[in-house]
């Protein structure tokens, strides 16, 4: 029986007020320590200063500034005057979108896949952590290349797994080498995770890295999750390449993760996917069958039109990203204490700062990239996100996607702080 005091209303409402939960048992341990996205909550600190009435430049967000291109848009409008579409549809993903995915996968991957190795996610994010729930157990370990993606090590360790991280600095281009990979095996080791284009660091790997990484993988009988979201992302002639297109041995043991999120202004649609063997795709959309169901059908309908539809708005969005690296690597290049290897892919630019730590800057002492960027927020207003938040404490993560001139004034405002 319980006789826990809590059990009686007024008990319980002091216990909220009383403080820590986990104390208590309230939150489970497992969701107790996951610790809240750094990526997003830069963003809402400076939309909370702009609200407020401050000057924030943001390049916090890792979202496209522009609108969705009106073709997309319209095919949702339509979809959601269809009366077809406003009922349950099946878990893995509207037929339409699927066989829309298996092309632009064979385009983009040149990846043959068949719609029972496609499912529908909420976006890229749900795609990530199905993965590695339908493919780790406790006590398993995936090799995580360092600076990463902020939810990939929650998303690891929600399955009872544990990521290890093998870090790669500027001095490396961000990209680890393969002894290093080597070096963090262990008879534990399930997966290796490749985000190319990166987020954060916009590190694209090349056709011989991927290559290798996957062989290397294929040898060890591990997992491999790619996760492609950026992939039409990439400039300066670099090319994407799909490690299951380098390494097709790979088939069974190798998981893509992709979405419209980036490729198209779409983040706010919610619609990614995953590309697996049939087994570990049946398993995951088990699992999705009792979380979320069917994406909304209406941003699957905008989906197909996104991948189907003319690709010209891609091109322009690339080109104005590009634009954009240009004159973010050679203004933050120009900072004293910067060091900014020149990212081919993905929107964001990733100085390695340890030059600047142990400093002050505007009278203020810098013992981490979180206190820099902490300073130059509250000092000229700019958001950019700390290095911590990747794995990599010594960086920033400057997002480009903003518009040009705010970009260039928000940059010399950072110039000018760290030359006060
Ligand atoms: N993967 C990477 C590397 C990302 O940067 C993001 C978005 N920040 C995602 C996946 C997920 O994107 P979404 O859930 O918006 O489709």
Redesign the pocket.
């Known amino acids: 029986m319980n006789t826990n005091a809590a059990a009686t209303p007024s008990a319980s409402a002091a216990s909220v007020s009383d403080g820590p939960s986990a104390a208590h048992g309230r939150i489970s341990r497992r969701i107790g320590a996951i610790a809240p996205s750094a990526?997003l909550a830069v963003d809402a600190k400076a939309k909370e200063l702009k609200a407020a009435g401050e000057p924030v430049i943001g390049f916090g967000a890792?979202?496209p500034d522009f609108p969705t291109p009106e073709h997309i848009v319209r095919a949702a409008q339509e979809a959601a005057a269809d009366p077809r579409n406003h009922r349950y549809s099946p878990t893995a993903g509207l037929p339409e979108l699927k066989a829309a995915i298996v092309r632009a996968t064979e385009r983009t991957d040149g990846v043959v896949v068949d719609p029972a190795q496609v499912l529908v996610t909420n976006?890229?994010?749900?795609?990530?952590y199905q993965t590695f729930a339908t493919l780790l157990d406790p006590g398993d370990e995936v090799i995580l290349p360092a600076p990463y993606?902020t939810?990939y090590p929650e998303a690891i360790r929600l399955a009872g797994a544990r990521e290890v991280e093998v870090l790669a600095g500027a001095d490396q281009g961000y990209i680890p080498t393969i002894d290093q990979l080597e070096a963090a095996r262990t008879p534990a080791t399930r997966a290796v995770v490749l985000?190319s284009p990166?987020?954060p660091t916009g590190a694209v790997m090349t056709r011989e890295q991927i290559t290798e990484l996957g062989r290397w993988a294929l040898e060890h009988g591990m997992w491999v999750v790619s996760?492609e979201?950026?992939q039409h992302l990439t400039y300066d002639g670099a090319e994407f390449v799909s490690v299951l297109e380098a390494v097709p041995e790979l088939a069974d043991t190798c998981v893509l993760?992709n979405?419209?999120?980036?490729t198209y202004a779409m983040?706010g649609w919610?619609?990614?996917w995953t590309i697996g063997p049939r087994d570990v795709i049946a398993a995951a959309s088990n699992l999705q069958s009792h979380l979320t169901s069917n994406v909304s059908n209406v941003p699957q309908r905008a989906a197909i039109a996104a991948l189907d539809g003319p690709q010209d708005a891609v091109d322009e969005m690339r080109a104005a990203f590009d634009r954009r690296r240009r004159a973010i690597v050679d203004k933050l290049s120009g900072i004293d204490g910067f060091r900014v290897p020149t990212p081919l892919g993905?929107f964001y630019a990733f100085p390695d700062v340890t030059a600047v730590i142990g400093r002050e800057v505007a009278g203020r002492p810098i013992g981490s990239s979180a206190d820099l960027a902490t300073v130059i927020l509250e000092e000229a207003q700019v958001a950019a996100v700390p290095g911590e938040a990747f794995g990599a404490p010594g960086h920033l993560r400057f997002s480009y996607a903003l518009a040009d001139a705010e970009l260039a004034e928000g940059i010399d405002r950072v110039a000018a702080l760290m030359a006060r």
């Open positions: 990526t890792g979202e976006g890229g994010k749900q795609s990530v993606w939810t985000c990166s987020n996760d979201i950026y993760l979405g419209v999120a980036k983040t919610r619609v990614g993905a």
